[in-house]
């Protein structure tokens, strides 16, 4: 008991899906710092690829002020496969964390095979949309992709929708765990009053099946080494998966 | 009989408004009673110790069994009293006296 206790105090926890308006740097000023307060360590904004460089700058100032790390971050929603796959050629190497947002079969099966996508995400309130079955994980456990789970529609939904969510999520979870796909768990919220402490969305995810260890690797572990691994990739110094360059110049 | 075990926690009420505690009961028992019916909210034997509203922090009580139920339930608050709210808990203790050592 001691020593979880002593293995929980050392994680760092990061929430990958902080909604912040760029356009209003007060308001995002807020939410970082209250993210901060609340105990996480790492952050990712959803940016986009029109995001000017003042905002990005500004916003990097802001997390450095508030001492959390930034992650750059975008969302997709490709229609068709081949629109996936020419954003992921575009987009891939400008950020740092992709999440595709599957709305239809195809883009969500492309998805999840591809190597170079980060997060799988089902639009929450249509239920006939979240593809995430069995033959979904088997292609996700093969390449690197992860299963995002916003928290935010279980705060704000009530009554049948969030019995019908809560069911879907844990049928997903279900999956996810069987094909080792693994699970991260965001908070996808926009507004600081929204947001809660990391223990306690590891708290919301018992709601969908999630053990207490496997609640607190989807905030902490499973996130973190997502962001590492992309940032050696994106790395000036990165070869291939397992080379790297360490020293270079004339006395090598 | 066994004695039953129980614990301590104390919260931080995070909202624009100043509620009564009354008021911040009543949402604590419709959150836990929404997620896990009447039921569930029958077993977690909840009382609230301690009510500050000025510094708008909180000290329930609930059975040791039911800590995870009444902590989702917790975070699935959000507003009180028409207000939007967010209820933290900061410490979550097995006495009283430990719990106020560990605020302090």
């Known amino acids: ?252 | 009989m066994k004695r039953a075990k129980r614990r301590y926690l104390a919260l931080q009420v995070d909202s624009d408004g100043a509620p009564a505690p009354k008021e911040f009961m009543d949402a604590v028992w419709s959150a836990v009673s929404k997620l896990y019916g009447e039921y569930g909210a029958s077993l977690t034997g909840l009382a609230l110790i301690d009510y500050n509203a000025e510094k708008k922090t909180a000290v329930i009580r609930t059975a040791l069994a039911t800590v995870d139920i009444v902590r989702t339930a917790l975070a699935s608050i959000t507003s009180l009293a028409g207000k939007e709210t967010a209820v933290h808990v900061v410490v979550v203790s097995g006495t009283i006296k430990s719990l106020y050592e560990k605020i302090r």
Do not use: W
């Open chain 1, 1 to 252: 008991m001691q020593r979880n206790r002593g293995a929980s105090m050392k994680r760092a926890f990061a929430d990958l899906h902080l909604r912040v308006n760029l356009k209003d740097p007060a308001t995002a000023s807020r939410i970082i710092n209250k993210a901060a307060t609340l105990g996480y360590r790492l952050i990712a904004v959803p940016l986009s690829p029109e995001t000017r460089e003042d905002e990005t700058v500004k916003l990097q100032r802001i997390c450095s002020e508030a001492k959390i790390d930034l992650a750059s971050r975008i969302d997709l929603r490709p229609r068709t496969h081949e629109e996936l796959t020419h954003q992921l050629r575009r987009l891939r190497r400008k950020f740092e964390v992709i999440c595709v947002t599957c709305e239809n079969k195809e883009a969500a099966r492309q998805a999840a095979k591809d190597h170079r996508v980060d997060f799988l995400s089902f639009p929450s309130l249509d239920f006939r949309q979240r593809f995430f079955d069995r033959a979904e994980a088997e292609l996700a456990s093969k390449s690197i992709a992860a299963l995002e789970i916003d928290i935010k529609p279980l705060l704000v939904l009530e009554g049948p929708a969030r019995v019908r969510l809560l069911s879907s999520l844990r049928r997903e979870a279900a999956i996810a765990r069987e094909f080792h796909v693994p699970i991260v768990v965001s908070s996808g919220v926009a507004n600081e009053m929204l947001l809660r402490r990391p223990r306690e969305l590891a708290a919301l995810a018992y709601l969908f099946g999630l053990d207490e260890t496997s609640a607190l690797e989807a905030i902490s572990q499973n996130p973190v080494s997502i962001v590492k691994r992309n940032r050696q990739k994106l790395s000036p110094k990165f070869v291939a998966p397992g080379i790297r360059v360490i020293k270079e110049g004339k006395d090598c």
